[in-house]
């Protein structure tokens, strides 16, 4: 599949079908974010797969949704602030790497026929507390991953003259 081909189909997933996602789609998309450029390469970030029962009744505290729910993993992608790379002005990067890094995940796991969402919206602190982050540790993104059970509507996106100069 071409790429453009791939990103168009990738859309905010909110809705998941109640089957399990395989361990071989997981390894092959952590494979894909393992392989995200990231400043001066240093890579700063962590990821934790949410698959148990458990522990999906702990991150749908911290975002409380009904379709959030339904997803039957969700990843955790966390930016290491001790390990992120900080330009002279200042700029710390590891929004950008994270960013990166999670847009690897969602287009691989569109690759593999499964659905994902970006959430940002979600309680960090009680996320931090509730799966042991560390003291230099931030969740930043939630990111739901499993089998849809929504359909894809038209993206409305802006045209290329209003992006470009």
């Known amino acids: 599949m071409e790429l453009l081909e791939l990103i168009k189909r990738r859309y905010s997933c909110r809705d998941y ?7 071989e789609k997981l390894d092959y998309i952590m494979e894909c974010v393992r392989f995200a450029p990231s400043a001066v390469n240093k890579q700063p970030w962590m990821f934790r797969i949410i698959s148990s029962e458990e522990d999906r009744k702990k991150i749908c505290q911290c975002y409380n949704r009904e379709w959030f729910a339904t997803a039957p993993v969700v990843v955790i992608a966390s930016i290491l602030h001790d390990e992120e790379w ?3 002005d200042g700029k710390h990067h590891g929004d950008i790497d994270i960013a990166i890094a999670v847009e690897h995940l969602c287009l691989a796991a569109t690759e593999q026929g499964l659905g994902t969402c970006w959430v940002c919206n979600f ?3 009680l996320c931090k507390k509730s ?3 560390g003291e230099n540790e931030e969740a930043a993104v939630l990111i739901p991953i499993g089998y849809p059970a929504d359909e894809l509507k038209e993206k409305k996106r ?4 209003e992006i470009c100069k």
């Open 123 to 125: 309680d960090a602190e």
């Open 17 to 23: 079908q109640p089957t399990s996602v395989e361990q």
């Open 86 to 88: 900080v330009r002279s």
């Open 158 to 161: 802006k045209a290329i003259e």
């Open 131 to 133: 799966f042991g982050l």
